[in-house]
C-alpha cells in the first residue's frame, strides 16, 4: 500500500502527500504525548514516591507543507480547504457537529492504516507570504499544519451486527417473548431485576423434582454463509440456587458451552466463542439453568442482555450509541 497521510471527516479527505500539498523533507512530527504522572505513598524514610496512576496529553503533531497551484485562485482554495477542515474537527469536539475528523497515517508498503482523531489545529503561514517572486509562482513554501489529537492512534473502525434476536427481552407476542423457545422452562420479562434498560430476560425451571434440563434457545436467521465462520455469545447474568449453569452456541452439528457459576449474586460477564462446522444447519444461542437431577424452581437465571458476534470476542457493553464508541 501506498504511503498515506491525509485530513478525512469520513466523506471528503484531503491528501497531504499529493498536489497541491507536498511535506517538506522531515516535515512530519509526531512525537509521543506527554505524560501525567500521579504519585504518591511515600513517607518520610522514602525515597522517591511511588506511581500511582498515568495519564497521557493530547498529541500535538506538526506538518511542514509546501502548497502549490497553478492560480491564485488555487492557492487560496487549497489553503481554504484546510482551514474548512481545521473548523470542522473543531465543531465536532466541542459541539458534536458534524463528523470526526481524523488524521489517517501508512507508511508506505504497510497493510493497515491508523487514523488519529483531531480536536484542534491551526495553519500557519509563513511570513514570507507576500513577496512577489511566491505570489507569482503560485506557491507557499514552509506551511506549518498543526494538530492537537487524542493520545491513541485507532486502527480501522469495525462494525459488529448483534445476530441476536430479541436479546434485550423488550418484544412481546401478545404475553409471549418473541424469538425464544422454552424446555422444562419459563421465561418472562423481569421489570425490577435487571440492569440496563426497562426489563431483563427471568428464566425459571419448571421441572421441580425432574432430572430435565431447563432450557432457552434463540435460533438466529440463518444463512449458509455463516458455515465455517467464528461467532462469540457474551452475556450479562446473575442466578440463584445451588445447580449449575450454562450458555452455548449451537450450530446444528456440534456445540460450544461455557458453565456459569451457580450462584452469582451480581452482575457478570460470561463469553463463549464457536467456529461453526462446515455443515453446519443453524445459529442458535442456548441458556440453561440446570444440568443435574433435583430440579428447584427456585434455581434461576436472569439475564439483562446479551450479544451474539461474528467476531472472536463481542462488546460487553449496554451498546448504547454514543461517539465515544470506537474500537
Known sequence: MTAILQLSDGTDSLDLRVDPYTILEGGLQMPCPPHRQVLGGSGLFHDGADLVDVKLENREI??????LSTTTDGLSAAVAALNRMLQAARDYATKGIGAQVTLDYAWDGATTTVHFDVLDGALDMPPSLETKPLLDNFIVYDATLRLTCK?????????????????HFDTLVGATLDGYTTVRATLAQDTTNKETGTQSGLITCND??????AEIYSPAVW????QSQQFTLAVRYKSTGDKAKKIQIWDGVGETVTALNAAQSTWAWATVTHTLNVAASELTAGFFVKTTADADVDDTLTIDRWFLAKAA??????WTSSREVRN
Open 151 to 167: 493520545p491513541y492512534a485507532l486502527g480501522d473502525d469495525i462494525t459488529l451486527e448483534n445476530y441476536g434476536l430479541n436479546p
Open 208 to 213: 421441580a423434582g425432574g432430572a430435565g434440563v
Open 223 to 226: 444463512s449458509a454463509a455463516y
Open 313 to 318: 470476542t463481542a462488546p460487553q457493553t449496554a
Open 62 to 67: 506538526t506538518i511542514s507543507l509546501r502548497i
